[in-house]
């Protein structure tokens, strides 16, 4: 069943303050903390996503099971329908769900979150959400939604699932601090004694899906004729773009044609293309003028050109070419960690501005030299303070130590709050250890095999040198 402490764990992360020689400006602060149970090789899940998230750890420790769990949790599928195996979702069966370490036919997946910001007056105002699903385990391949709880601010609710009947209770949450309606909800979620009434039953002809989830959450007024939907998401937990680990191979000639917006980052040459065809907006012209500092500061290119073969047709054929040393290539003339790193920083850039967007990216350190992985360290540095959201899973220290040389070097507040997870192999599981990045670039809570590896290897190296 779910933890209580839970709740006491994100109640404590969203009052926390970072205690550093900097003073930290706090205008709106979003937490966000993911959790569940029974989950591919984790017995359990709990951490809480900062600004910039840092996800390390040995192959095969559960890494890219973190993704996936953002990436589910995230869809508008999860958040209105409880559907963690829709089209969009990287799980397909229970295969890819449950835990071989526990023994349980049950899964929990969910998330809370608290907003924080202070009014034109200078008070600190605070709203809370959260959302949880329990899947039971049906059969070899089925894995069915039996109960979920919605909070909202403070009133709450609760559905139960038994065959074809539904069962829901309402909670109002008492008013007082964001933890105590946190620890509420959850008092909620793991009361089995909680009083259930009847809602609605389905006719056995109907197959039922998220929709029918969905139904649960709408109140219906038959006097007033009229619905109101207080527990409907109106927008996903976050923006989420992600990046698989490996990219789109560099072509001579793109299409001119706009391509939907994959994990591989196809849709990005159409994209720069309209970016550098706009480029004499202010808009477009920074987004070109950040892309060619990265290419400076990371010895990869001066410049990226792109040409069009029909300047006249918007969908014409065009190339994509680079300036490097006064002289210009196609871009698949050139390194292939060109073509793996633009897409990314053209998504990162290009996203300035836009609300509560996260972008995730499996080991962007790939076919990058070590001096162009610190320069993407830095490159994540500056657009965390521009408010872009990062979820990197990582083997490069490069990337996580020119961040933190950032932190450390700049005379400004962050604006933004950084951390590390640390993915391990245990004999019960994999195990996450969240780990602190204050705003002076240090490492804090830090468990004792942390970077114990490179520590060893330091040693030998100086070892030999010293011989």
């Given at each position: 069943m779910l933890s209580r402490a839970f709740g006491g764990v994100m109640a404590r992360a969203a009052t926390k303050r970072k205690a550093n020689s900097k003073k930290v400006r706090s205008q709106k602060k979003v937490f966000r903390r993911v959790y569940a149970e029974n989950f591919r090789g984790f017995a359990k899940i709990d951490f809480q996503i900062k600004d910039v998230t840092f996800v390390v750890g040995d192959n095969s420790s559960g890494k890219t099971s973190l993704i996936y769990l953002l990436s589910v949790i995230a869809s508008r599928d999860f958040g209105n329908q409880f559907d963690?195996?829709?089209?969009?979702?990287?799980?397909?069966?229970?295969?890819?769900v449950r835990s071989p370490f526990v023994t349980g036919d049950k899964t929990v997946v969910g998330f809370s979150l608290v907003r924080r910001h202070f009014d034109d007056s200078g008070e600190e105002r605070a709203s809370v959400e959260a959302r949880f699903a329990e899947y039971t385990h049906s059969g070899k391949h089925e894995c069915v939604?039996?109960?979920?709880g919605a909070l909202r601010d403070k009133q709450a609710r609760f559905v139960l699932r038994k065959n074809r009947t539904f069962y829901r209770k309402n909670v109002t949450i008492e008013e007082g601090a964001v933890e105590k309606k946190i620890e509420s909800f959850f008092e909620g979620w793991s009361d089995e004694s909680l009083s259930y009434n009847r809602y609605i039953s389905f006719p056995p002809t109907l197959e039922i899906s998220g929709e029918h989830w969905s139904v649960v959450l709408v109140d219906v007024d038959k006097e007033k004729n009229s619905i109101s939907m207080p527990y409907m998401r109106t927008t996903p937990l976050v923006n989420f773009i992600q990046y698989g680990p490996m990219r789109i191979s560099p072509e001579h000639v793109y299409s001119g044609h706009a391509i939907p917006q994959d994990h591989r980052g196809a849709h990005t040459p159409a994209m720069l293309k309209k970016i550098y065809d706009s480029r004499k907006t202010s808009k477009s012209s920074r987004i070109i003028e950040k892309i060619n500092k990265f290419g400076v500061q990371s010895g990869m290119f001066d410049q990226v050109i792109v040409n069009s073969y029909n300047k006249r047709d918007s969908k014409a054929p065009f190339g994509i070419h680079i300036e490097k040393r006064?002289?210009?290539?196609?871009?698949?003339?050139?390194?292939?960690?060109?073509?793996?790193?633009?897409?990314?920083?053209?998504?990162?850039?290009?996203?300035i501005g836009s609300s509560d967007t996260m972008i995730s990216i499996q080991q962007p350190e790939l076919h990058l030299h070590p001096k162009a992985q610190a320069a993407f360290g830095e490159l994540v540095y500056e657009l965390a303070g521009e408010g872009i959201a990062f979820f990197i899973e990582t083997h490069s220290d490069y990337i996580i130590d020119r961040f933190r040389y950032c932190l450390f070097k700049s005379k400004k507040e962050a604006g933004f709050e950084s951390g590390i997870l640390?993915?391990?192999?245990?004999?019960?599981?994999?195990?996450i250890s969240e780990i602190n990045i204050d705003g002076n670039g240090g490492v804090s809570d830090a468990p004792s095999g942390y970077r114990e590896f490179f520590l060893q290897e330091d040693n030998r190296l100086f070892d030999m040198l010293w011989r």
């Amino acid at each position: 069943m779910l933890s209580r402490a839970f709740g006491g764990v994100m109640a404590r992360a969203a009052t926390k303050r970072k205690a550093n020689s900097k003073k930290v400006r706090s205008q709106k602060k979003v937490f966000r903390r993911v959790y569940a149970e029974n989950f591919r090789g984790f017995a359990k899940i709990d951490f809480q996503i900062k600004d910039v998230t840092f996800v390390v750890g040995d192959n095969s420790s559960g890494k890219t099971s973190l993704i996936y769990l953002l990436s589910v949790i995230a869809s508008r599928d999860f958040g209105n329908q409880f559907d963690i195996f829709s089209d969009s979702s990287p799980l397909s069966t229970i295969d890819d769900v449950r835990s071989p370490f526990v023994t349980g036919d049950k899964t929990v997946v969910g998330f809370s979150l608290v907003r924080r910001h202070f009014d034109d007056s200078g008070e600190e105002r605070a709203s809370v959400e959260a959302r949880f699903a329990e899947y039971t385990h049906s059969g070899k391949h089925e894995c069915v939604a039996t109960k979920i709880g919605a909070l909202r601010d403070k009133q709450a609710r609760f559905v139960l699932r038994k065959n074809r009947t539904f069962y829901r209770k309402n909670v109002t949450i008492e008013e007082g601090a964001v933890e105590k309606k946190i620890e509420s909800f959850f008092e909620g979620w793991s009361d089995e004694s909680l009083s259930y009434n009847r809602y609605i039953s389905f006719p056995p002809t109907l197959e039922i899906s998220g929709e029918h989830w969905s139904v649960v959450l709408v109140d219906v007024d038959k006097e007033k004729n009229s619905i109101s939907m207080p527990y409907m998401r109106t927008t996903p937990l976050v923006n989420f773009i992600q990046y698989g680990p490996m990219r789109i191979s560099p072509e001579h000639v793109y299409s001119g044609h706009a391509i939907p917006q994959d994990h591989r980052g196809a849709h990005t040459p159409a994209m720069l293309k309209k970016i550098y065809d706009s480029r004499k907006t202010s808009k477009s012209s920074r987004i070109i003028e950040k892309i060619n500092k990265f290419g400076v500061q990371s010895g990869m290119f001066d410049q990226v050109i792109v040409n069009s073969y029909n300047k006249r047709d918007s969908k014409a054929p065009f190339g994509i070419h680079i300036e490097k040393r006064g002289h210009i290539f196609s871009i698949d003339e050139v390194g292939y960690g060109v073509s793996q790193v633009l897409p990314i920083i053209i998504d990162a850039i290009r996203s300035i501005g836009s609300s509560d967007t996260m972008i995730s990216i499996q080991q962007p350190e790939l076919h990058l030299h070590p001096k162009a992985q610190a320069a993407f360290g830095e490159l994540v540095y500056e657009l965390a303070g521009e408010g872009i959201a990062f979820f990197i899973e990582t083997h490069s220290d490069y990337i996580i130590d020119r961040f933190r040389y950032c932190l450390f070097k700049s005379k400004k507040e962050a604006g933004f709050e950084s951390g590390i997870l640390l993915s391990e192999n245990t004999p019960e599981g994999n195990r996450i250890s969240e780990i602190n990045i204050d705003g002076n670039g240090g490492v804090s809570d830090a468990p004792s095999g942390y970077r114990e590896f490179f520590l060893q290897e330091d040693n030998r190296l100086f070892d030999m040198l010293w011989r």
